[in-house]
């Protein structure tokens, strides 16, 4: 019978040390979740990093391949400004330089089809609106046949590479004609 008074009085301290090892058990597992939590957001945090910057640099790979061309491109533009000229300043009907402008008209013809092949876009806007994003105003000019705001005279034209700015028009912007004062006379 004393053996079973011992183990009577075993019983409530064994279930209260199982009682705390099980609340030491339960918090234990708690701090484990939140540590886990923890971990798989940073994981998630990290995958999301690695992604952006797998996109950026594949954004730039792409831009680099784009606008390649661009100071190249830059440098080639006064070839084409330097044909256009003289094919203006040269007349079509004079037979002593005959053979010579046409032999320019096929250079600049030559010239131009490369230049869209690789996606150079002229941008001539003789008679559009003025557009700040594409052209750049020398000058403003009173016009009552052309609406105010609209280009007037291009003096060298712009171009786009693959769709980005390379160079502006260079433009004569119309104004509406100033109104003349009344005379004295007239007021009188």
């Known amino acids: ?89 040269s007349s079509p009907n004079d037979e002593a330089i005959k053979a010579v402008r046409e032999g320019m008209e096929l250079t600049l013809k030559l010239f131009q089809d490369t230049l869209k092949r690789y996606q150079l876009e002229v941008v001539d806007p003789e008679g559009a609106p003025f557009d700040p994003e594409h052209h750049q105003a020398m000058a403003m000019q009173e016009s009552t046949q052309a609406e105010p705001g609209s280009v007037l005279k291009v003096f060298q034209k712009g171009y786009l590479l693959n769709g980005r700015l390379l160079r502006p028009a260079m433009v004569v912007v119309s104004k509406a004609p100033a109104e003349v004062p009344p005379s004295i006379d007239e007021q009188a």
């Open 1 to 89: 019978m004393a053996d079973e008074q011992t183990q009577d009085n075993q019983l409530p301290e064994v279930s209260a040390e199982v009682e705390a090892a099980g609340g030491e058990l339960d918090a234990r597992i708690q701090v484990l979740e939140e540590e886990l939590a923890a971990a798989q957001d940073k994981a998630l945090r990290v995958a999301a990093d690695l992604q952006n910057v797998r996109r950026r640099a594949e954004q730039d790979v792409e831009k680099a391949h784009k606008f390649a061309l661009e100071k190249f491109a830059s440098d080639l533009l006064p070839v084409v400004d330097s044909l256009e000229r003289g094919l203006e300043l």
